[in-house]
Structures are given as structure tokens and as C-alpha cells.
């Protein structure tokens, strides 16, 4: 009995999802939208950190647009060298990791509003007030505090969009294709990422301030086509079964399936939704709101099916996604190549990594349903190390500006552009595809919250240090920060391979039940032997179960 309405399933794994129709698809590749935001946002902000007209704004140096110089390229600061025409460490680092910071917030703050309202009017929410944010960036001229407080709200916005979308895709999406359906949140991600650098591409040369105001006003566009959009799509089914709300449950489950209310795929999949919720309530209990969060991380570390175990895995991958440096590519990638010395036009050259980053995801489609989400990592991870220690290799050796090696600098890109290719095949879709499946429905919101604010909180530590890092008036590592990035890719690699279980072709309950019965390296042989519904007698014939004992969770 759930919400007054009796509630009976089947016996059958095989049966405890509709199969996969259009519509399924076409819900799923609307909500994955919202990783424009996440991308564009990540590409603006590095071309806009080497534009005159910007560098001129909060450096107070002259700059003349016309001049030829002996190279040349046309344009250069007046007064100093090319080399000092640069916006301090300080002031890179605090504008790129504020967004990011705001979004750690938003990332949690979401995953809670969305355990209360939804997580539809959750997504819109952080529309309205993401496009906050950019009109205090767009008012700001060289008022360095309005610019920073519009980046911090505006990244509230993303973290609210960020974590929702993963809860909400992965708790509408077939599991047939859900592994593809997610991934398309991070091909988004990277769309998002190549219109940023087109557009700051275009506007890079402009004298005045449309420079750096046309790439922040173009995010309004996916503020309004997402708000809009979501008011026509229907909540998530799992919430209203959170809620006791099985009617309406009912009802956003057959619009989501394509079925009609009475189907009998319908009443079978909700029968497993509801008989999961009430298995793991019994384990999670929630005593108080406090509680809800607390719940979160109790449990064994020993026990791969405890809550901290998730909290953990879901946390972790998120900040070893984040320690392969890829944002390091996309957040510096104009000051870095910059740097090599011997490149004419950096931002050609981000432009060209953003593009193979682009059409490197849509292969993840296809290998993250065919060969799985652990074999992705793990070969990911090894790909990554590889070609970051080759480019740390080169870039100590032949690739020094002053070697004026221009054969080994291009070699250095090619081998960059790989490593961003397995990254974005591998490592860039499938750490949300996990991290939207391992939770159950009493925690999922709040882990998936937790699990991006992670992401965030990772992306904002890199993106303070890595000014540092690279920068030439500080410890200016050039090509030697990806031995760093290699290091803390071997660590990705170990993480993977002994936390991260194999969930492909599992819907959300199957993957809970997987969890506590295997250990992540024996997951991959792993098949359901009985469903939910029938463990909580949701069963009409009350059907005996093979084997009715349940590992305690916590």
C-alpha cells in the first residue's frame, strides 16, 4: 500500500521497464540542454581573460588596435611588452574559480530544493536566477567587485541546473540507453564549450566593451530555452513516488514511457520504484531534515552498498574527473598556448581543442551501453596518463620556447588533443552516468547534489591554483603541469578500478540491488535474480523469492 493506492508488480526481471520509445529520447535530450550552461560558461571566461579590450579594463594599460608590429600581427599594448600585457595571477584566479565556487553552493542548495518542490521547478528556478547573474556581469565595466558577485550568483544558477539535470535525466531515462542518454549531458557540456570560444573568437579583436559583454549576453538564450521547455515536460516519476504521490506518479511515468495509465509496464515499473523506496526507507530512515543529510554518510566503508560508500564513490569520482586537468585546457587554454611562444593565434588553437572535444563525446553513446562504465574509466584514465606525461616530455625538452621547435610544440598539441579525446569518450560522460545511478531514491537528490558540488569544489581548487601554477610571475611550470595532470591520472585509474562498479543495462532499483550484493570488480557478471516488488510482496501470487536475504545497509 502506497499513497491509498495498492500497487502490484512482477516476478519478472525482465519486465520492470517499458520498452524504449521516441519520446523517452527526445525528454531526455531537452533536459540534457542544461549542460550549455555548464560548458559555455567554462569556455568564455579563458578568451576573455586574453583580450586586449578586457586586460586594458582592470589593468588600466592603453592598448593600440591598429599598430603592425615587426611579426606582423596587428595590434599590441602601449607602454610594455607583450609578455607583461597580461591580467595578474591574482585577478585570473578570481574570476575564473568564483563561478565555480557559486556553483558548489547551488550544486547543494539544488539538490535539496529539488527534494521538496521537484526537480523540474528546480531547473527553471536556477534559470531565473543564473540570468541574475549575467546582468551584473554585463552592467560591470571595471567594477572588479560587480563582475566577481555576478559570477558567484550566476554560478549559483549552473550549481542549481548542473546537479538537477543528472537526477532528473537519470531518473526518467530507460535503462537501455541510459548510459547514452546522460552522456548526452556532457556532449552539451562541450557544445556549450566550442559556442563559447566561436563566439569569443569573434568578438576577441572588438575595441570596446561588446568584446567581452556578446559572450556573456548569449547565455541568456539558454536561460530562456530551457525555462520555457521545462514548463512543457513532466516531473520525475521517482520524485512523486518519494512524495506518496502515486496517482500522479502513475500518470508522468506513462507520458515519460509512451504507454498508456493502464499499461501493464506502467503498473510494473512503478511496483519496483515504490518496492525500492520502501526497502530503502526501511534501512534510511528519515527522522528530521537534519537527518535527511546525515543520512548521506552512515553506513561501513566496508559495505559497498552503505550510503557513505555511495556519498564516497559519487564524491570521489566527481574530484578524480575533475584532477585529470582537462578544465585546465579549457579554463587557461589561450594564456597557455600563449606561453609556448611560438604559436601566432592561441585562440585559433583553443578552438581547435574545444572542436575535437566536441566530436570525440557522441563516440561515448555508443561504448558506455556496449563495453560498459568501468572498462570506459579504466581505459580513459590509462589513455590520459600516456599522453600527458608525452606532453610534459616534449614540452621540457624540444617544445621550449626558446628551442624555437615548432615540430615538437605541434607535437605537444596533437598529443593534447588526444588526451582531451579520450577524456571526452571516456571520462567526461561516464563520471555523471555513474554518479546518477548509484544513489536510492531516500538519498538520491542530496547525493547527486553532493556528488556535483564535489565536481565544483574541485573545479574551483583548480581553477585558483592553476594561474599559479602556469603564471609567469609565480612558479610559471609552462608544459611541466601535466606531469602533475599524469600523476593525479594514475590516481583516477586506481580509484576507478577498485570503487566504481559495473551498473550497464541495471535500472535504478537493479542497480541498488547489484550494489549490495557484489563488489565493484565482480559487478560487470553480475544479474538481477529477482525484483523488488516481489522481496516486498508488491506481487499479486506472492511469488517465493530464491533467495530472500538482503545484506543490512546500514
Same mark, same amino acid.
Given at each position: 500500500?502506497?499513497?491509498?493506492?495498492?500497487?502490484?508488480?512482477?516476478?519478472?526481471?525482465?519486465?520492470?521497464?517499458?520498452?524504449?520509445?521516441?519520446?523517452?529520447?527526445?525528454?531526455?535530450?531537452?533536459?540534457?540542454?542544461?549542460?550549455?550552461?555548464?560548458?559555455?560558461?567554462?569556455?568564455?571566461?579563458?578568451?576573455?581573460?586574453?583580450?586586449?579590450?578586457?586586460?586594458?579594463?582592470?589593468?588600466?594599460?592603453?592598448?593600440?588596435?591598429?599598430?603592425?608590429?615587426?611579426?606582423?600581427?596587428?595590434?599590441?599594448?602601449?607602454?610594455?611588452?607583450?609578455?607583461?600585457?597580461?591580467?595578474?595571477?591574482?585577478?585570473?584566479?578570481?574570476?575564473?574559480?568564483?563561478?565555480?565556487?557559486?556553483?558548489?553552493?547551488?550544486?547543494?542548495?539544488?539538490?535539496?530544493?529539488?527534494?521538496?518542490?521537484?526537480?523540474?521547478?528546480?531547473?527553471?528556478?536556477?534559470?531565473?536566477?543564473?540570468?541574475?547573474?549575467?546582468?551584473?556581469?554585463?552592467?560591470?565595466?571595471?567594477?572588479?567587485?560587480?563582475?566577481?558577485?555576478?559570477?558567484?550568483?550566476?554560478?549559483?544558477?549552473?550549481?542549481?541546473?548542473?546537479?538537477?539535470?543528472?537526477?532528473?535525466?537519470?531518473?526518467?531515462?530507460?535503462?537501455?540507453?541510459?548510459?547514452?542518454?546522460?552522456?548526452?549531458?556532457?556532449?552539451?557540456?562541450?557544445?556549450?564549450?566550442?559556442?563559447?570560444?566561436?563566439?569569443?573568437?569573434?568578438?576577441?579583436?572588438?575595441?570596446?566593451?561588446?568584446?567581452?559583454?556578446?559572450?556573456?549576453?548569449?547565455?541568456?538564450?539558454?536561460?530562456?530555452?530551457?525555462?520555457?521547455?521545462?514548463?512543457?515536460?513532466?516531473?520525475?516519476?521517482?520524485?512523486?513516488?518519494?512524495?506518496?504521490?502515486?496517482?500522479?506518479?502513475?500518470?508522468?511515468?506513462?507520458?515519460?514511457?509512451?504507454?498508456?495509465?493502464?499499461?501493464?509496464?506502467?503498473?510494473?515499473?512503478?511496483? $519496483?520504484? =515504490?518496492? !525500492? %523506496?520502501?526497502?530503502?526507507?526501511?534501512? +534510511?530512515?528519515?527522522?528530521?531534515?537534519?537527518? @535527511?543529510?546525515? /543520512?548521506?554518510?552512515?553506513?561501513?566503508?566496508?559495505?559497498?552498498?552503505?550510503?557513505?560508500?555511495?556519498?564516497?564513490?559519487?564524491?570521489?569520482?566527481?574530484?578524480?574527473?575533475?584532477?585529470?586537468?582537462?578544465?585546465?585546457?579549457?579554463?587557461?587554454?589561450?594564456?597557455?598556448?600563449?606561453?609556448?611562444?611560438?604559436?601566432?593565434?592561441?585562440?585559433?588553437?583553443?578552438?581547435?581543442?574545444?572542436?575535437?572535444?566536441?566530436?570525440?563525446?557522441?563516440?561515448?553513446?555508443?561504448?558506455?551501453?556496449?563495453?560498459?562504465?568501468?572498462?570506459?574509466?579504466?581505459?580513459?584514465?590509462?589513455?590520459?596518463?600516456?599522453?600527458?606525461?608525452?606532453?610534459?616530455?616534449?614540452?621540457?625538452?624540444?617544445?621550449? $620556447?626558446? =628551442?624555437? !621547435? %615548432?615540430?615538437?610544440?605541434?607535437?605537444? +598539441?596533437?598529443?593534447?588533443?588526444?588526451?582531451? @579525446?579520450?577524456? /571526452?569518450?571516456?571520462?567526461?560522460?561516464?563520471?555523471?552516468?555513474?554518479?546518477?545511478?548509484?544513489?536510492?531514491?531516500?538519498?538520491?537528490?542530496?547525493?547527486?547534489?553532493?556528488?556535483?558540488?564535489?565536481?565544483?569544489?574541485?573545479?574551483?581548487?583548480?581553477?585558483?591554483?592553476?594561474?599559479?601554477?602556469?603564471?609567469?610571475?609565480?612558479?610559471?611550470?609552462?608544459?611541466?603541469?601535466?606531469?602533475?595532470?599524469?600523476?593525479?591520472?594514475?590516481?583516477?585509474?586506481?580509484?576507478?578500478?577498485?570503487?566504481?562498479?559495473?551498473?550497464?543495462?541495471?535500472?535504478?532499483?537493479?542497480?541498488?540491488?547489484?550494489?549490495?550484493?557484489?563488489?565493484?570488480?565482480?559487478?560487470?557478471?553480475?544479474?538481477?535474480?529477482?525484483?523488488?516488488?516481489?522481496?516486498?510482496?508488491?506481487?499479486?501470487?506472492?511469488?517465493?523469492?530464491?533467495?530472500?536475504?538482503?545484506?543490512?545497509?546500514?
Amino acid at each position: 500500500m502506497a499513497g491509498g493506492v495498492v500497487i502490484t508488480g512482477t516476478t519478472d526481471v525482465g519486465r520492470v521497464e517499458a520498452p524504449v520509445t521516441m519520446k523517452a529520447y527526445l525528454i531526455c535530450a531537452f533536459a540534457a540542454f542544461g549542460g550549455i550552461f555548464f560548458g559555455y560558461d567554462t569556455g568564455w571566461m579563458g578568451g576573455v581573460l586574453a583580450m586586449p579590450y578586457f586586460i586594458s579594463l582592470y589593468t588600466g594599460i592603453p592598448y593600440d588596435y591598429n599598430i603592425v608590429n615587426a611579426d606582423g600581427t596587428v595590434g599590441g599594448p602601449i607602454g610594455v611588452s607583450k609578455d607583461d600585457f597580461v591580467l595578474p595571477s591574482s585577478m585570473q584566479s578570481l574570476f575564473t574559480s568564483i563561478l565555480s565556487c557559486g556553483t558548489f553552493f547551488g550544486a547543494l542548495i539544488g539538490g535539496d530544493i529539488a527534494d521538496f518542490v521537484g526537480r523540474r521547478p528546480t531547473i527553471i528556478a536556477g534559470c531565473f536566477v543564473f540570468s541574475a547573474g549575467c546582468i551584473m556581469q554585463i552592467c560591470s565595466t571595471n567594477q572588479e567587485v560587480l563582475f566577481v558577485f555576478g559570477r558567484l550568483i550566476a554560478g549559483v544558477g549552473v550549481g542549481f541546473i548542473s546537479a538537477v539535470v543528472i537526477l532528473y535525466m537519470s531518473e526518467i531515462a530507460p535503462k537501455k540507453v541510459r548510459g547514452a542518454m546522460v552522456s548526452g549531458y556532457q556532449f552539451c557540456i562541450t557544445i556549450g564549450i566550442l559556442l563559447a570560444n566561436c563566439v569569443v573568437y569573434a568578438t576577441q579583436n572588438r575595441p570596446d566593451s561588446g568584446s567581452y559583454r556578446i559572450p556573456i549576453g548569449v547565455q541568456f538564450l539558454w536561460a530562456l530555452i530551457l525555462g520555457i521547455g521545462l514548463f512543457i515536460l513532466p516531473e520525475s516519476p521517482r520524485f512523486f513516488v518519494k512524495k506518496g504521490k502515486i496517482e500522479e506518479a502513475a500518470k508522468a511515468l506513462a507520458y515519460v514511457r509512451g504507454q498508456p495509465l493502464e499499461s501493464d509496464y506502467v503498473k510494473d515499473e512503478l511496483a $519496483e520504484i =515504490v518496492a !525500492n %523506496n520502501e526497502f530503502e526507507m526501511q534501512h +534510511i530512515p528519515q527522522t528530521s531534515y537534519v537527518g @535527511s543529510w546525515t /543520512a548521506c554518510f552512515k553506513g561501513s566503508l566496508s559495505h559497498g552498498n552503505s550510503s557513505l560508500r555511495r556519498t564516497i564513490l559519487g564524491t570521489g569520482l566527481q574530484c578524480m574527473q575533475q584532477l585529470t586537468g582537462i578544465n585546465f585546457v579549457f579554463y587557461f587554454g589561450p594564456p597557455f598556448f600563449k606561453q609556448l611562444g611560438t604559436i601566432p593565434n592561441p585562440f585559433l588553437i583553443s578552438l581547435v581543442t574545444t572542436l575535437v572535444n566536441v566530436l570525440s563525446t557522441p563516440l561515448s553513446f555508443y561504448t558506455i551501453e556496449k563495453f560498459g562504465r568501468r572498462a570506459l574509466l579504466l581505459i580513459g584514465a590509462t589513455g590520459m596518463i600516456v599522453s600527458q606525461f608525452i606532453v610534459g616530455a616534449i614540452g621540457v625538452t624540444q617544445g621550449r $620556447e626558446e =628551442v624555437h !621547435n %615548432n615540430a615538437a610544440v605541434q607535437a605537444m +598539441i596533437a598529443f593534447i588533443c588526444i588526451n582531451i @579525446s579520450f577524456f /571526452a569518450t571516456t571520462w567526461g560522460p561516464t563520471a555523471w552516468v555513474v554518479v546518477g545511478e548509484v544513489f536510492p531514491l531516500p538519498i538520491r537528490s542530496r547525493g547527486v547534489g553532493i556528488s556535483t558540488a564535489s565536481n565544483w569544489f574541485w573545479n574551483t581548487i583548480i581553477a585558483v591554483i592553476t594561474p599559479y601554477l602556469v603564471g609567469g610571475d609565480e612558479a610559471n611550470l609552462g608544459p611541466k603541469v601535466f606531469f602533475m595532470w599524469g600523476s593525479l591520472c594514475c590516481l583516477s585509474l586506481a580509484f576507478a578500478y577498485f570503487l566504481v562498479p559495473e551498473l550497464k543495462g541495471l535500472s535504478l532499483e537493479q542497480a541498488d540491488m547489484c550494489m549490495q550484493e557484489v563488489s565493484p570488480r565482480l559487478s560487470a557478471a553480475w544479474k538481477p535474480s529477482h525484483t523488488f516488488a516481489a522481496e516486498m510482496h508488491h506481487v499479486e501470487d506472492h511469488a517465493t523469492l530464491v533467495n530472500n536475504t538482503v545484506e543490512e545497509k546500514v
